[in-house]
């Protein structure tokens, strides 16, 4: 299939009849392959799983499994998908919902773009380095709301919240932020994890990650500036997290695994890896009909190895289905920044959409959409966000 959704792919995610059960599933095409479905029937056994691994609403169980288990299902999936399945397996995605398929315990988003880094540097300190002290030595992050993470098309209510003042000195004031953003992000889903007070080096990170997921990290700006000194984001971040519905397992992106950027200075022992950990993704940014911006997250300074690494250095343990997002991924062109705060230069350059309107933020009613794909085999799908009123 050349829609990016054949067996080269394969992603895992849930579907739903209307208001009715969620399914586990992967998905063919335009249809959803229903996996409960298949496990009765027997003819997943070849995959040995434990009984009823795939009969729940979410991955989580089968993400507890392992990276051996994982190979095993999708290998039996590939063969008995190639050789035809129960009609009553397979089911057109208009007629179904899609659902979210992790229960997600843990959230963190890291700062891993240096161009997405030095862009806001350079915005909110003119007169200073780019770059804090601290920024090339190790993966910045921050821990999110996990609770408010939402399957794409889930709308996105504006948030309110203490607003800067206007003047140097005055006073906040409170209301709906009048400054909100996307975030272009990519994400992985994390498997059995470690225990408290052990670590996940960079050469174990395959073992522990499960695949990929599209991720707008909505940002309230105002809210955020207002914030986040002297403790970082917190309610400009936390109001809702949107991820794409299919979970692109990290066996299917092994081709397109390519060199990550050089990193200078040469990080610490604990961060270093082995091979290529890049991923070449080519990833969109859609508001209102309009493209507003192209990137590829094969430029992210930081890799999804060495952030799991440096998440756990300290003896955090990691739980199936935990979201790590790698923060917002911009290029080094205009055009390529994955935030309408660098798009416009935090508001001064309007960008202009295809109905002839500008937008600096968002405003009510207008609909996002993030696409990601690796050439023609492997695609992302999307994650879509509407604005609805505060």
């Not at 507890?64 to 063969?79: F, I, Y």
């Not at 207002?226 to 400009?236: D, I, K, M, R, S």
Request: aromatic share 8%.
């Amino acid at each position: 299939m050349s829609d990016g959704f054949g067996l080269d792919n394969l992603p895992y995610g849930a579907v739903a009849r209307g208001g009715g059960r969620a399914q586990l599933a992967v998905r063919l095409g335009d249809d959803a392959v229903l996996l409960d479905v298949l496990e009765e029937a027997g003819l997943l056994v070849a995959a040995g799983l434990p009984s009823r691994t795939l009969s729940g609403p979410v991955l989580n169980p089968l993400l507890a499994l392992g990276r051996d288990a994982w190979s095993a299902l999708r290998t039996t999936l590939q063969k008995l998908l190639a050789d035809g399945l129960p009609a009553s397996a397979r089911v057109p995605l208009a007629e179904l919902d899609v659902r979210l398929p992790l229960a997600v315990g843990d959230y963190v988003d890291f700062y891993s773009s240096l161009e997405h880094a030095t862009n806001l540097g350079r915005m909110f300190r003119p007169d200073a380095e780019p770059l804090l002290p601290n920024w090339r030595h190790m993966p910045i992050g921050y821990h999110g709301r996990a609770s408010s993470i939402v399957v794409s098309g889930t709308p996105v209510r504006r948030p309110r919240g203490q607003l800067p003042p206007a003047e140097p000195g005055g006073r906040p004031s409170f209301g709906p932020t009048r400054r909100l953003d996307i975030e272009l992000e990519l994400g992985f889903v994390t498997g059995p994890g470690n225990a408290l007070g052990t670590s996940i080096p960079t050469a174990a990170a395959a073992d522990h990650v499960f695949g990929f997921v599209l991720v707008n990290d909505w940002s309230a700006r105002d809210i955020q500036r207002w914030e986040y000194v002297p403790l970082g984001p917190f309610l400009g971040k936390s109001f809702a997290t949107s991820i794409s519905p299919w979970v692109v397992p990290l066996e299917a992106l092994e081709p397109f695994r390519v060199p990550a950027p050089a990193q200078d200075p040469e990080p610490l022992e604990y961060l270093r890896t082995e091979g290529d950990w890049g991923l070449d993704i080519a990833l969109e940014v859609e508001l209102g009909g309009t493209m507003i911006s192209r990137t590829n997250a094969r430029g992210l300074y930081w890799t999804f190895p060495q952030q799991l690494a440096h998440a756990t250095v300290n003896g955090t343990n990691v739980r199936p289905g935990d979201l790590y997002a790698s923060g917002t991924i911009s290029g080094a062109e205009p055009d390529s920044r994955g935030s309408l705060i660098e798009l416009t230069w935090g508001g001064r350059d309007p960008v202009r959409l295809a109905d002839g309107s500008e937008r600096t933020f968002l405003e009510d009613g207008d609909t996002v959409t993030l696409r990601g794909r690796c050439g023609d085999r492997v695609s992302f799908g999307e994650v879509t966000g509407t604005i609805s009123p505060a």
